[in-house]
């Protein structure tokens, strides 16, 4: 036999042994014979690198080092999902899909594994990258530490699609996890909090090899990409089964909401039993087509629902309250509590939102309180327990000057949070409005961290954000921890941002109540900073969804002199206060004040891009058919029920090529 067979042998049977071990939980031989073969596979591939395969099972033990993760931006988003805590609110939920759909509605039950997300490409059966959800619109890739987890499939078997994304979870089952701190302890490390942010962080690791001493495993829950070959949610399941991924044989497909509240029911109790942890139940509707004809909203899929289960709750004594500033000057009270176990971890803080939250549950130092913890990190307190109330105890007193620069508050009206109104004074707003603009979602500077930016405004080189573009390394190469080379990258990285587009800019800049989709909207309206500085309220008001509030916002924003400034020297620096030329010429105000509906399956362009494309042209996208509706982009498989509803009201109907004809 070649040496070459031999070698190929070697490595199928490796990855079907490593298959039956850890995607079926099933192994045919035993730890040692499985070692004797990786050695001998090993030793071949030594003495003949011309046969070097990335893929190769004897890579799995890592080694790559990575010190910058690259971003890759998601072929589709990585959508959040909306959350249910009960049959009402699950039954709620059917009535919105039966709204849009006609007909009976298949639902698959899965369980929600607590991990980390994570978003794989496969190419010709290869395991091409792996990305992290990251912000849902790009992520950090991680190939070289998913390589190292055992149930990922670095060769598909069987038949597959020549090239799709795989979504799914990296968890860490709770004996490893254990077992890990056992060994932490004994060498007298601290114990790691809870599996599922020693999941998270594992994926962020430089060194691969470290990665693949923890015993992670990767769930599978959505694929996506062309022409797949699959009609439902279950199906596409079992088409990642056949290809080699682990998906969790829990899955369950029913017809009914009662049948989706069973499934919850069985799963509150049963997943004590599971080695991983769950925290709910993620319920999708089954067929791929009504999936499509339900689409997302600006967060989450409408066809998929997340139903939580039932926190756990423990009682501890409310020791102090403390108040922190926001970037914006908002205040929000924190209640420091006498730390205590809860859901795994040991919380010692909890958010109490506001003055209207503290009067609300009349909380008082030296409660005993009832805190619940949820998905969400930050624990939140449910009530008081009267019982044990001190008998010396005191209403609790709002602050009424700002902790950190003394400045009285103030309170908008209709508006639950305190501000502190020292814009250019108070050190939390400048050094938490410098870290909003250097935030990832926003220019994303790499090189520049929070903490830096603490130091820069401390030391003084910086007090707004423009003050970033005129750094020099000398000036920042003494600050703590800094070298030369993050000097550079520090500098490097502002530089770069001059790049990044003005809709995030805007949203950069810290306007009150503008955030990501706002901050798209007035770019795409008034394209250049200058026409935005001089809109009034009223005309900024006739901005599709710009309410008001954020009206007067912006003008309040626009009207302070300090602001102007800043603004006039960023463009100084070469930062993009106008949309580019590339993206105006793709935009046209031709189907301005027009509200569509996309419904049915499309030939030419696909139906996200249709979406775009009325978006980009000026018009609204609406989900359903109303009086409001102007047109309706009737493709193939048009549900029934639409056509009658778009009849009734009189909206005229367009085919895909009328539509395409009127953009010309
Ligand atoms: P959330 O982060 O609470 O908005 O929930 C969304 C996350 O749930 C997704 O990003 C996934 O990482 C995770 N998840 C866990 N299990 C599933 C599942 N079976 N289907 C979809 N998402 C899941
Ligand atoms: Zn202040």
Not at 398 to 419: D, S
Not at 535 to 549: F, H, M, N, P, Q
Request: hydrophobic share 35%.
């Amino acid at each position: 036999m070649s040496v070459k067979k031999q070698i190929q042998d070697l490595r199928d049977e490796l990855r079907e042994h490593n298959y039956n071990y850890y995607v079926l939980d099933n192994a045919i031989i035993n730890d040692y014979e499985f070692d004797v073969k990786l050695k001998t596979l090993q030793e071949l591939e030594e003495k003949h690198p011309e046969y070097f395969d990335e893929n190769s099972p004897t890579l799995r033990v890592g080694g790559a080092v990575t010190k910058n993760f690259n971003t890759v931006v998601h072929a589709q988003r990585m959508y959040s999902l909306d959350n249910s805590y009960s049959l009402e609110d699950l039954k709620d939920w059917e009535t919105r899909i039966k709204k849009l759909i006609d007909g009976e509605v298949e639902y698959v039950c899965e369980l929600k594994y607590d991990g980390a997300s994570i978003s794989l490409t496969y190419e010709n059966g290869k395991l091409l990258r792996a990305v992290t959800r990251g912000d849902g619109v790009q992520g950090d890739e991680v190939t070289a530490n998913i390589k190292t987890i055992k149930s990922v499939p670095l060769q598909l078997k069987g038949e597959y699609p020549l090239k799709f994304d795989i979504r799914g979870e990296i968890v860490l089952p709770i004996d490893g996890f254990n077992k890990m701190n056992e060994e932490r302890l004994a060498n007298g490390e601290e114990a790691y909090r809870n599996p599922r942010n020693t999941a998270s962080g594992s994926l962020k690791l430089q060194d691969s090899s470290e990665v693949a001493k923890r015993p992670l495993e990767c769930l599978l829950y959505n694929l996506t990409g062309n022409n797949l070959g699959v009609n439902s949610q279950f199906e596409s399941l079992e088409l990642a089964r056949k290809m080699g991924f682990k998906v969790p044989k829990a899955a369950k497909l029913v017809n009914s909401i009662d049948a989706v509240f069973e499934f919850v029911n069985y799963w509150d109790k049963a997943r004590h039993d599971l080695p991983y942890e769950t925290d709910g139940v993620v319920i999708k509707v089954n067929n791929l087509f009504h999936q499509d004809e339900l689409g997302f909203t600006s967060k989450a899929p409408r066809w998929a629902m997340a139903y939580k289960f039932k926190a756990e709750q423990v009682s501890t004594k409310l020791n102090t309250i403390s108040y922190q500033v926001g970037r914006t000057g908002a205040i929000t009270p924190v209640a420091n509590l006498e730390p205590v176990e809860l859901a795994g971890t040991t919380v010692k803080r909890a958010s109490l939102h506001n003055a209207d939250q503290i009067e609300k549950l009349d909380i008082r130092i030296n409660d005993t309180v009832f805190v619940e913890k949820g998905g969400e990190i930050i624990p939140k307190i449910i009530a008081v327990n009267l019982s044990q109330r001190p008998l010396d105890s005191q209403k609790t007193e709002y602050i009424k000057h700002c902790p950190e620069c003394e400045t009285a508050l103030v309170r908008i009206e209709g508006e639950a949070k305190h501000y502190c109104p020292n814009y250019n004074g108070c050190n939390p707003q400048i050094v938490g409005r410098v870290q909003h603009y250097i935030s990832r979602k926003a220019m994303d500077i790499e090189g520049l961290g929070g903490e830096t930016v603490s130091l820069l405004v401390d030391s003084g080189l910086v007090s707004n954000y423009a003050d970033l573009y005129r750094l020099t390394k000398d000036q920042v190469m003494p600050l703590e921890r800094m070298a030369e080379k993050s000097a550079e990258n520090l500098i490097a990285g502002v530089e770069a941002s001059k790049k990044i587009a003005f809709e995030r800019v805007l949203f950069a800049v810290g306007i009150r109540f503008v955030g990501e989709t706002v901050a798209k909207k007035l770019a795409k309206h008034y394209k250049n900073i200058n026409a935005l500085m001089m809109a009034s309220a009223e005309d900024l008001e006739k901005v599709d969804e710009i309410g008001v509030r954020i009206a007067e916002s912006v003008v309040d924003f626009f009207s302070s002199e300090e602001n102007i400034e800043t603004i006039k020297r960023l463009k100084e620096f070469g930062v993009q206060l106008e949309i580019s030329a590339e993206k105006l010429a793709n935009q046209t105000d031709k189907l301005k004040g027009q509200v569509f509906v996309v419904s049915g399956v499309f030939e030419k362009v696909s139906r996200t891009e249709l979406k775009k494309m009325i978006e980009d042209n000026g018009g609204k996208v609406s989900s359903s058919i109303s009086a409001k509706t102007s047109f309706v982009i009737a493709g193939d498989k048009m549900g029934p029920s639409k056509k009658e509803k778009a009849d009734k009201l009189g909206v005229s109907l367009l085919s895909e090529d009328d539509f395409l004809d009127i953009l010309k």
